[in-house]
């Protein structure tokens, strides 16, 4: 999920407009995480499988083009 969906528990509004210091200081948070911070453990080994699934099928059509 990103940030700009993201409601403050302590002053309700958007996290993006950062009303409050809770607000500010989790928009910060979540900003330093990067693109793949918000991804759940889950979605990350999903990712992975399928960079190796991807990988092992480009090795396979490579061997067959050259046999």
Do not use: F, H, I, K
Request: aromatic share 2%.
């Amino acid at each position: 999920m990103t940030y700009d969906r993201l409601v403050c528990a302590n002053c309700a509004g958007p996290v993006t407009e950062g009303r409050c210091r809770v607000c500010r200081a989790n928009r910060d948070r979540l900003q330093q995480q990067g693109p793949l911070g918000g991804l759940s453990p889950a979605a990350l080994l999903t990712l992975l499988a399928l960079l190796v699934v991807a990988a092992v099928a480009l090795v396979a059509v490579q061997q067959t083009a050259m046999s």
